[in-house]
C-alpha cells in the first residue's frame, strides 16, 4: 500500500497516515507514553508568553517505507538501560498495514552523537551522522511480501 502522507507529532505519542488524497487513514499510537506535549509556559512581567524550558522531544526522527514506520524516540525507554541509552539510539518499528507495533532495535551512536536524519528503503534503513553514512540491512524475514 502507498500512503501519501505520515506525520508524526515531535512532542508526543502520535502519528497520522494519511491517503494519496490525504485523507485520514487513521491515526496511530507509538510505544512511548508521551499523550501530551510536555512545554512549560512563562509568562513575562510586559504579559508576553514564551516557553520556559525546551520541551521534551517525543519523536526525534521518523521514515517509512510501503509497510513500516520507523521512529527514533528522544526518550528512554522503561526497561531501557542508562548504558544503553548513552551508547545508541533506540528505533521503534511499526506496520503500518496491520497498524501494530513490531520490534525495536538500536543504532549506535558515533563519536558520542546520536543521527540526526534517518531515511527507510524496502530493504534498508540509513542514518546520517554528521558526515557519516551507515546503512542498515532489513531482514528479509520482515521486509514486504
Not at 502522507?5 to 494519511?18: E, G, K, P
Not at 508568553?49 to 520541551?55: N, S
Not at 528505533?91 to 536524519?117: A, C, H, M, R
Amino acid at each position: 500500500m502507498h500512503y501519501g502522507l505520515i506525520y508524526s507529532y515531535f512532542y508526543r505519542n502520535q502519528f497520522i497516515v494519511a491517503s494519496k488524497n490525504l485523507e485520514l487513514d487513521y491515526r496511530g499510537n507509538t510505544i512511548d507514553t508521551t499523550t501530551k506535549a510536555k512545554i512549560k509556559i512563562a509568562n513575562l512581567s510586559n504579559g508576553d508568553r514564551k516557553i520556559a524550558a525546551p520541551p521534551l522531544v517525543v519523536n526525534r526522527l521518523i521514515s517509512a517505507n510501503d509497510t513500516f514506520l520507523f521512529v527514533n524516540s528522544d526518550v528512554r525507554g522503561k526497561y531501557e538501560s542508562t548504558t544503553m541509552w548513552k551508547q545508541a539510539t533506540a528505533v521503534d518499528v511499526y506496520n503500518l498495514e496491520t497498524k501494530e507495533y513490531q520490534y525495536s532495535f538500536y543504532v549506535y551512536n558515533i563519536n558520542n552523537k546520536k543521527p540526526n536524519g534517518m531515511f527507510a528503503t524496502s530493504a534498508q534503513v540509513y542514518f546520517l551522522f554528521d558526515q557519516v553514512l551507515i546503512a542498515y540491512k532489513l531482514d528479509s524475514s520482515v521486509r514486504r511480501k
